[in-house]
């Protein structure tokens, strides 16, 4: 198995709807944030793995932390390739939320790629010191206020890597 991690660079942004239109958070006894959920994406370009045969298995897997290690509440809506919608197989931890999702990919790879993903990350009141400071790229004032940088860091919640089967 030979693995390549996709870490920086990734472009964060905010996207529609307006906040006041974003689902409510789902409270499951971790008081990391409080507020409504705001989606966001994050998008990275890579190339295809040099060295590839046409049938050699590669799969995109990404790793989450645990839900009460993560800096922020989030939901999954979607991950694109190549604006192509992945289906994805998720394994889950303990309390049933999901920590690792993979897909194969091989045949949708193409030799520049882009990988989105779509999600939706709580926001509002900050409740725990440690959350703020590991989210402190992101301002978060009074409820209904607008943030004033990009979402936070995906690399502090996820470990997104390409998976290549070198067993032919």
Same mark, same amino acid.
């Given at each position: ?49 040099? =060295? ?5 298995? %590669? +799969?995109?897997? !990404?790793?989450?932390? /645990? $839900?009460?290690? @993560? ?52 926001? =509002? ?5 440690? %959350? +703020?400071?590991? !989210?402190?790229?992101? /301002? $978060?004032?009074? @409820? ?25």
């Amino acid at each position: 198995m030979h693995i390549i991690r996709l870490r920086h660079p990734w472009q964060a942004a905010w996207r529609q709807p307006p906040l006041d239109d974003a689902p409510q958070a789902e409270n499951r006894g971790h008081d990391h944030t409080a507020g409504q959920l705001r989606p966001a994406s994050y998008c990275r370009k890579f190339h295809r793995p040099s =060295g590839l045969n046409d049938h050699q298995p %590669v +799969a995109l897997v !990404v790793e989450l932390a /645990s $839900v009460a290690a @993560r800096p922020v509440q989030f939901a999954l809506h979607d991950i694109l390739l190549n604006s192509k919608p992945l289906r994805l197989s998720a394994a889950s931890d303990s309390d049933h939320s999901p920590t690792r999702l993979s897909a194969r990919i091989d045949s949708l790879l193409v030799p520049f790629n882009q990988l989105e993903i779509l999600c939706s990350l709580a926001v =509002g009141e900050m409740v725990d010191t440690q %959350v +703020a400071s590991a !989210v402190a790229a992101v /301002s $978060v004032t009074q @409820r209904g206020d607008a943030l004033s940088a990009a979402p936070p860091d995906l690399c502090d919640w996820a470990d997104v890597r390409l998976e290549i089967d070198t067993t032919e």
